[in-house]
């Protein structure tokens, strides 16, 4: 600690992502990386964007990328925002959409855990609403009578880390009960198995859908990361944007992108490769005797019944393998496994056949 830090900076918990060890033989399910690179039109694209023309500012409000998105959800260009990640447009959201006359934001108990970071961050009130046991989020927990009203409401969807999804009736009924709140669906995962709350935007003004590239367009590396809503929730966020870094999309990541979103074929091969491997996984994991909740993502969410999580996670990394394992209420029994290429989840089943008889 230093006595120069401002004041709040002591208090601060900081998010924890996933271990990024160096290990030799290493195979890394524990950050859900996609295991099959990026399309090779935006690895060109990205090599030809590297031009005397860096020298040069990027375009600070993308328009191109940003009318190639709104195209793709039948939405006008004014109502896509883009950010370097998803998480700095959820660092927006928080600052910008949050903090309401001290009205508390609604989160569910068990979601991505930077969403508590970014409360501490920014001093936003809260209120942690408890999924059902079985890791489901009870619509009825937020559409009933609330005094005061929350300030927004933010989850993901499919949830991380337990892949669960909501329907698009059931967001819809949030987003109608709570008009004067912000409906902030995080769909990372969305595109390995769900759909995409981008289809209500036209009827609720309310819901703002943020997505990344990070995870099914393999470009965790390049930091891309995108919302959508009514022009209206767009604008708010450029403001805090453009009051904090007006250029966060660099030329090389606006062109590696661009190229991305618009190379379908590659996009839809590399998915349901990853969406069957999920599935065998899951047979797989249950056959060696794991629970394993349904999951619409690149990840499964599993426990066994009869060994600890902690210790199959660090028998495991002895292996040479990283799961990520939470020491959290609720879930310290799972673990969340990262799909892998068919050989790599079999290599994860042998070790944890090996380990389990061990």
């Known amino acids: 600690m230093s006595t120069l830090w401002s004041d709040h900076i002591a208090g601060l918990v900081p998010y924890v992502p996933g ?17 099959y690179g990026p399309s090779p039109r935006a ?31 039948g939405l006008a260009a004014d109502q896509v925002f883009l950010g370097n990640g998803s998480d700095e447009i959820l660092a927006h959201v928080f600052n910008g959409l949050f903090l309401r006359g001290g009205r508390p934001l609604w989160l569910p108990d068990v979601t ?37 009203e929350p300030a927004g409401i933010i989850f993901a969807n499919p949830n991380a880390p ?40 036209g009827r609720f003004p309310n819901i703002l859908v943020i997505h990344t590239l990070s ?39 606006l062109a590696g992108a661009q190229a991305a979103i618009e190379d379908d074929a590659w996009f839809d091969r590399t998915r349901q490769a990853v969406i069957d491997a999920r599935e065998q996984l899951a047979l797989d994991l249950r056959a060696l005797g794991f629970h394993v909740l349904p999951s619409r993502t690149n990840f499964v969410f599993a426990r066994h019944p009869d060994h600890d999580a902690a210790r199959i996670a660090a028998g495991l990394r002895e292996s ?14 799972y673990l ?12 994860l089943c042998d070790a944890l056949g090996a380990l389990l008889r061990a």
């Not at 271990?19 to 295991?35: G, R, V």
């Not at 909501?166 to 759909?195: C, H, K, M, N, T």
């Not at 965790?220 to 805090?240: E, K, M, Q, S």
């Not at 969340?336 to 290599?347: D, F, L």
């Open 336 to 347: 969340r496994i990262t799909v892998g290429t068919p050989e790599q989840c079999r290599r």
């Open 112 to 148: 991505y855990s930077f969403y508590k970071t970014y409360c501490r961050l920014y001093d936003v009130p809260h209120r942690l609403i408890p999924l059902d046991e079985a890791f489901i989020l009870r619509v009825a927990d937020y559409t009933g009578p609330a005094d005061p």
């Open 19 to 35: 271990e990024q060890a160096h290990i030799p033989n290493l195979l890394k399910l524990n950050t859900n990386e996609n295991p």
């Open 215 to 253: 995870k099914s367009r393999s470009l965790a590396g390049l930091r891309v990361g995108y919302a959508l809503g009514h022009a209206d929730l767009i604008a708010g966020l450029v403001r805090v944007k453009d009051s904090f870094n007006s250029y966060p999309m660099d030329r090389v990541a």
């Open 43 to 73: 690895i060109e694209a990205m090599r030809a964007a590297l031009t005397d023309d860096m020298r040069l500012y990027p375009d600070y409000q993308a328009l191109a990328l940003r009318g190639t998105i709104a195209g793709r959800f």
């Open 320 to 333: 040479g393998i990283l799961v990520r394992h939470f020491r959290a209420p609720r879930i310290d029994q």
């Open 162 to 201: 337990t892949g669960r999804v909501l329907s698009l009736d059931e967001i819809a009924a949030i987003a109608q009960a709570r008009p004067d709140s912000a409906v902030v669906v995080d769909e990372a995962y969305v595109d390995f198995g769900a759909e995409s709350a981008a289809a209500l935007i």
